[in-house]
């Protein structure tokens, strides 16, 4: 099937890009790597009377490093991101989630910012935002904004965006000390997105004990979430396989999968746990370096 009918429009400033926003309103939609929009134009699952194209848009892709946090614009692409030098170095998490995206075609045109926008429940970046702390950076004709990853995932398909605001940037702070990141995956045979991906980040003291943990998980909810339970589990322990078996049970025993054709809910609650384990198990060794 084809889109309905719609009037393109490429702005070559972010400027222009907000006041068409603001002139449309819910009538527009902004289009990216297009590989999660296209999709539902063509199924006519949305029918927008514009498309604003905002891969032309100066300054929105790139990956940098602003002291102690690295910076990757919305534009940049999985392919990007999978193939970063410094992420690989600093935050492998991110290159380790890019590199299982889908396939190269969709690798090659989709973007961080059109994925976490989209906010899909079995998207792999949502979890490691979450896994990693990082602050989601919007413009609109009200100003600027920072939000939280924490506050961004809000529901189905729903982030904290509203219809006038273009998501521009993300700010990832860099862990300090002895830091290991990780991001582990089940895809789904044919769409390649998660049937369950988690994503952790934790930082080990002198001693050698969990400082800090984070860990998120997506595939098995509404929107991707970080597991509390799993993050309890692991502070304070000695990170050996039993802890972080129960931090695995725990982040398991937290989500709320549906059955599917993929499988029941206590096959994905399993996975969950098998995951979780393999993903908190390369992040802690990750740290110890
Ligand atoms: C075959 C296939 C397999 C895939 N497999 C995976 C997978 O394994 N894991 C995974 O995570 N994803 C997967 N995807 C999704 C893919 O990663 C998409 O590229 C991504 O979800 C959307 O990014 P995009 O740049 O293509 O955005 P678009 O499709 O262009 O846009 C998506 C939505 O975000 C909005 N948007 C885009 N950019 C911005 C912005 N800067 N500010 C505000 N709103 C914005 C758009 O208006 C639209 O509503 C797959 C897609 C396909 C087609």
Known sequence: MYPAPFDYHAPSSVDDALRLLADHGEDAKLLAGGHSL???LKLRFARPAHLIDIRRLPGLAGIRQEGDAVVIGAMTTHRAVEF???LKQVLPILTDAAAQIGDPLVRNAGTIGGSLAHAD?????PAVMLALGAELRTVSPRGGRAIPADDFFIGLMTSALTADEILTEVRVP?????????????PHPASRF???GVGAAVTLDDGGAVASARVAITGVGDHAARS???ERALVGQAPDDAAIERAAAAAAEGVDPRADLQGGVEYKRNLTRVIARRAIARAVERARG
């Open 84 to 86: 970063s030098s410094l």
């Open 38 to 40: 296209l999709p539902i």
């Open 228 to 230: 509390p339970a799993a």
């Open 121 to 125: 429940p079995a998207a792999d970046f």
């Open 194 to 196: 998660a049937l369950v």
């Open 174 to 186: 860099l862990l300090r000390g002895r830091a290991g990141t990780a991001y582990e995956k089940v």
